[in-house]
């Protein structure tokens, strides 16, 4: 036998199992996203974090891989020219995702995991709206005023009961839990607020988790469930977790195919050997 046959054999032999990749909660749209989705302005909302309370798909892996939020970028570069932000690509802003467990009353409770990730945000593009004002032609004729854009952070190995409570938090101008104190893109970047979910539940789908200090709504920055008003909006996230792909029937029996062959060569080998 070739020694290509024998290491495809070997390979057969010792893939009992493949990891993999599944989506175990999701309210955000597939890629590739639509050119803009409505959105939460923390700058505008006098926000600090922004969450929600959810439970995962059922009969799912509790080890995550990923979480993938849905942005939405209103700074255009032309706003910011000859300044430390007129770069090509984007700005750059440390934005950090927290998983909580479920607490008890309006308050998440301890720390799970948490990342904190210099993300680079795209520009929007200019505008060139063909009825004026600020928005620009999307590949679908209509104008809009934000770029919608994914950011992703690393949950690799972090496991999570079958229920959470999740914060998106990043600072701006003046809010954030530390204000940048000078004008900025970030004060034009938006979470994606469309709740639509394909996967796993909202836990109080009228109901959000809140840091902010706007008007009415105002818990002094804290970050606690704010009651009532939210449907159907809600941040824009998917969860993947890591698990294994058990092979088919017909691959055990390549692999057991595989090893009698090795066996039968190691015997052939040995007899060699011996008689030489």
Known sequence: MKRTGLTALLSLAFAVSLPAQQVIYSNAPSTPLAPNYASLGFQATS?????DHIQFQAGTSRTLADARVVMSNWARRSEYLSTSWDVPNGFTVPITFTIYAVGNGTAPGAVI????????IAWRPEANCPTGGTGWLAADNNCYNGFAQNISFDFTGVVVPEEIVFGVA???QTWGY?????????NSLNVGAVTNVTTGTRMTPDDTYWANK????????????????WAPNGPMVEFRAVTTVVPEPSTYALMIAGLCAIVVMARRRRATVSIA
């Not at 706007?214 to 008003?229: C, Q, Y």
Request: aromatic content about 12%; hydrophobic content about 35%; overall charge negative.
């Open 47 to 51: 926000t600090f974090e922004w969450g």
């Open 113 to 120: 995991a948490t990342r904190t990730v210099d993300q680079l």
């Open 170 to 172: 990043f600072n701006t």
């Open 178 to 186: 530390s204000p940048n104190g000078v004008a900025g893109p970030y």
């Open 214 to 229: 706007l008007g009415a709504s105002s818990n002094n920055g804290v970050f606690l469930r704010d009651v009532g008003g």
